[in-house]
């Protein structure tokens, strides 16, 4: 348990409570899928042969793995090990294979073999690993981000939610004993810092280089309203993102860096700790993304941990009023509803915003559990 108040304290076992209820219902209904969003409150199903792939995968075996180390009820460990097995597809098809091995196999693979020590979930972990380092651009010492769309050239592009990836490298090195994984993740983080973070501490979502000499050619906007905006999960990510890279390295660079996004993150939270899509949308629009809440309180909650003093009492109390605002506002905890978090955007110039989104799910599970001193590490 952190350090807190006694009535901090009965709200994280309450929610604990209604997590554990909540889930136990809904996990013995989800049974062979795994789930994005929910269609009138039925979470759909992506394990399918056209989107097995899809980067999300990842995050309903976290879930579960999260919910199986806490409680031990098998239908957990269960449903996680299926979702493993499933996204061995993906091991197979270059073209999933992105960036995001780190979101798809951390939460499923590499969660198994810290817990079960089972070689078939270290071979896959390795595999999703090996195959992140070869998209390192050595030029511009950065790890390309996803692969080309149609006729879409993405060979230069880099994005800010790698930083979340970069664990798979770490993890890869500490099991194998080889540096090169951790020396490609620390040359992307130091990338990143440069040319990602900007003077106020906000970051871009995109930032494009030169494949072939490696000079940055401009940023973009990406999920967020425009360039040189500031959309709110790439901001959480960064937060999240560096703080981890910190934790793996214990380069100070990165705490501070990390710091810097949290400062700026936090004075532009509204009074009412419900975060909007992206910190500079035009004043009349009130689009939501609950999940940058739950993925920013995730990264405050592990500054808390490494600093001391107001700026630790300033990193566990915003945490706590981003989770809270969601538990009272935006967290549906009605048993026949499948998803948990409500208000959850994907990106700023999509058609669709506001509706459940898998990972907003699995973070709030991650931070409440990191209140209570319950987390499994899956990062
Ligand atoms: N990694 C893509 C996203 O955060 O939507």
């Known amino acids: 348990m952190m350090n807190l108040t006694e009535h901090d304290k009965k709200w994280v076992e309450q929610t604990t409570g209604k997590l554990k209820s909540k889930l136990h219902a809904v996990t013995e209904r989800t049974s062979g899928k795994i789930p994005y969003t929910t269609e009138d409150g039925v979470f759909d199903d992506r394990s399918g042969k056209s989107e097995i792939a899809w980067w999300t995968n990842g995050f309903w075996g976290g879930m579960m793995w999260q919910m199986y180390s806490l409680t031990k009820e098998d239908l957990y460990r269960k449903a996680a090990v299926d979702s493993e097995e499933k996204l061995d597809a993906v091991l197979l098809d270059a073209a999933g294979l992105d960036h995001d091995n780190g979101f798809r196999w951390l939460p499923t693979a590499v969660a198994n073999f810290r817990l079960t020590k089972d070689q078939q979930s270290y071979n896959r972990g390795i595999i999703a690993a090996n195959n992140l380092a070869g998209r390192f651009n050595l030029a511009g010492r950065f790890i390309r981000a996803w692969n080309d769309w149609g006729e879409d050239d993405h060979r230069g592009w880099a994005i800010i939610d790698c930083m979340m990836n970069l664990p798979l490298l770490y ?52 999920q967020g309203c425009g360039v040189g905006s500031s959309w709110t999960r790439g901001q959480s990510w960064g937060l999240y993102g560096f703080v981890l890279s910190y934790i793996h390295t214990k380069d100070e660079r990165y705490l501070d860096t990390s710091r810097r996004i949290a400062h700026y993150f936090i004075s532009n939270i509204p009074e009412s700790g419900l975060i909007p899509v992206d910190f500079r949308q035009p004043i009349d629009c009130s689009w939501e993304d609950s999940t940058a809440a739950a993925i920013a309180a995730c990264g405050l909650l592990e500054l808390a941990k490494y600093t001391e003093g107001r700026d630790s009492r300033l990193y566990l109390d915003t945490a706590l009023k981003l989770l809270k605002a969601l538990d009272e506002k935006r967290c549906c905890w009605d048993m026949n509803i499948d998803n948990l978090l409500e208000k959850c955007t994907a990106a700023y110039h999509d058609k669709e915003h506001e509706f459940s989104i898998i990972y907003g799910d699995y973070y709030f599970i991650e931070a409440v559990l990191k209140l209570s001193g319950e987390e499994l590490f899956i990062w």
């Open 171 to 222: 993890w890869a090195s500490e099991v194998t004993g080889d540096p090169r994984f951790r020396q490609i993740a620390v040359a992307h983080a130091d990338t990143a810092r440069k040319y990602f973070v900007r003077g106020d501490g906000s970051v871009n979502h995109i930032v494009e280089f030169d494949p072939f000499s490696g000079e940055m050619i401009r940023s973009y906007g990406g």
